[in-house]
Structure formats: C-alpha cells, structure tokens
Nanobody, 131 residues
Framework: QVQLVESGGGLVQAGGSLRLSCVASGRTFAFGSYAMGWFRQAPGMEREFVAAITQTGASMYYADSVKGRFTISRDNAKNTVYLQMNNLKPEDTAVYYC??????????????????????WGQGTQVTVSS
C-alpha cells in the first residue's frame, strides 16, 4: 500500500512563492521506478495537470499555464517530489495533489498529463493566492 502525503501549501500574496513537498511511503514501494505528477483542482473545476517528472528526474513536463514559473523535482533517496512555485497568481489558487503514475515503463510517445495515468493520490494541500 503506497501513501502520498503533501505539505507546504498556504496563503501567499500574488508574486510570492511556495514550495510543495510530497513524501511517498510503502513497505515495498520502489519510488524511483515511477514517474510522479502534480495536479490541482479549483472549486467547481476539473482536476488538471500541473507538472510531471520521470523516474530519474531527467525530464520534466509542465502545463502551459505554469511553464516558466513552476519547477518540479525529486529526491529518490528521500522518496520525495517537490513543486517550487514562483510568481504565483490568483488563478493558481487550488488544492494541489501529488500523484504516482501507474506505469513503470514509458515509451517515447507517452503522455504524462492524463489524470487517469495515475493510480495513487495524496490528500491534497490548499494553495491560496491573494491579489
């Protein structure tokens, strides 16, 4: 059983920064075998892709809305994935979720952005950006 626990959310003014963390645990869980992602969900909206990172951290993928402002990273020795969020905007306000990808093999054509590609989710952490 894999568990994901997010932290680091909060209230910040527009233009500010936050760093989210997600720690993965599980008795036989091989964290480094899976791509990881961050998604977010605003009230009344669908859960949307924010960023993803491959198993070794060699490649990262971002939604257009956060490109250039957010950075995803991971530390496989600590079973942790991070989301550094800079220049935050009010439209970034949402609950942010960490997610584990269901696959361990990723062909070159694979898309990391679909929410149904992820099979384990954290409880979420609230990010609120005031104007």
């Amino acid at each position: 059983q894999v568990q994901l626990v997010e932290s680091g959310g909060g209230l910040v003014q527009a233009g500010g920064s936050l760093r989210l963390s997600c720690v993965a645990s599980g008795r036989t869980f091989a964290f480094g075998s899976y791509a990881m992602g961050w998604f977010r969900q605003a009230p009344g909206m669908e859960r949307e892709f924010v960023a993803a990172i491959t198993q070794t951290g060699a490649s990262m993928y971002y939604a257009d809305s956060v490109k250039g402002r957010f950075t995803i990273s991971r530390d496989n020795a600590k079973n942790t994935v991070y989301l550094q969020m800079n220049n935050l905007k009010p439209e970034d306000t949402a609950v942010y979720y960490c997610a584990k990808n269901a696959r361990t093999y990723y062909p070159s054509s694979y898309s990391y952005t679909g929410r149904y590609e992820y099979d384990t989710w954290g409880q979420g952490t609230q990010v609120t950006v005031s104007s």
